[in-house]
T-cell receptor, first 116, second 111 residues
Framework: DTAVSQTPKYLVTQMGNDKSIKCEQNLGHDTMYWYKQDSKKFLKIMFS???????INETVPNRFSPKSPDKAHLNLHINSLELGDSAVYFC???????????????FGPGTRLLVL | DQQVKQNSPSLSVQEGRISILNCDYTNSMFDYFLWYKKYPAEGPTFLIS?????DKNEDGRFTVFLNKSAKHLSLHIVPSQPGDSAVYFC??????????FGKGTRLHILP
């Protein structure tokens, strides 16, 4: 059974389009995250939600809007896609909302977004 | 501003030998450090961690060493196996704050 799943795995789209990436976890975790790995390979947190409540919101353009319909799902909607949005987006979930032990944080397989 | 630096983008090691992956950090307030392993087309998976109150943590073939005065940590894999070929991310956090990741080091285990 997949613990953290993301759809789609690959997404190729034109500049200016709006797209969504879905994430689901079946671990019963309370906290979910979105990370972005850019072309320079840095993996950086974008958002985290705890029980559907936003707890971390890094400096991310407001074109990115996370939505958590329930604690098992955290979707990422991106408006007006730009070339610089091309990256791999990882969803993750963890037991606790903040701090160590980070060992309980599990990542999804990633969604590779290419904006043309 | 890179607070966690992995200066070697890649490393090749003979199977059976020791692999040493290095990581430097700039923020002396970091108090928890982790190593993640990532295979292609998969997300990172937790490998081993160390709190700043320790200088060594061992788990099977994996040992992490922390040198706080040098702001340096390293991951030792002994003996290296083909399945260890992956990208290894160093990460750090302070208190309840978020994890900061390095850029990763790609490890190739040679037959």
């Amino acid at each position: 059974d997949t613990a953290v799943s993301q759809t789609p795995k690959y997404l190729v789209t034109q500049m200016g389009n709006d797209k969504s990436i879905k994430c689901e976890q079946n671990l019963g975790h309370d906290t979910m995250y979105w990370y972005k790995q850019d072309s320079k390979k840095f993996l950086k947190i974008m958002f985290s939600y705890n029980n559907k409540e936003l707890i971390i919101n890094e400096t991310v353009p407001n074109r990115f809007s996370p939505k958590s319909p329930d604690k098992a799902h955290l979707n990422l909607h991106i408006n007006s896609l730009e070339l610089g949005d091309s990256a791999v987006y990882f969803c993750a979930s963890s037991l606790q909302s903040r701090g160590p032990p980070w060992e309980t944080q599990y990542f999804g397989p990633g969604t590779r977004l290419l904006v043309l | 501003d890179q607070q966690v630096k992995q200066n070697s983008p890649s490393l090749s090691v003979q199977e059976g030998r020791i692999s040493i992956l290095n990581c430097d950090y700039t923020n002396s307030m970091f108090d928890y450090f982790l190593w993640y392993k990532k295979y292609p087309a998969e997300g990172p998976t937790f490998l081993i961690s160390i709190s700043s109150i320790k200088d060594k943590n061992e788990d099977g073939r994996f040992t992490v060493f922390l040198n706080k005065s040098a702001k340096h940590l390293s991951l030792h894999i002994v003996p290296s196996q083909p399945g260890d070929s992956a990208v290894y991310f160093c990460a750090a956090s302070k208190g309840d704050d978020k994890i900061i990741f390095g850029k990763g080091t790609r490890l190739h285990i040679l037959p």
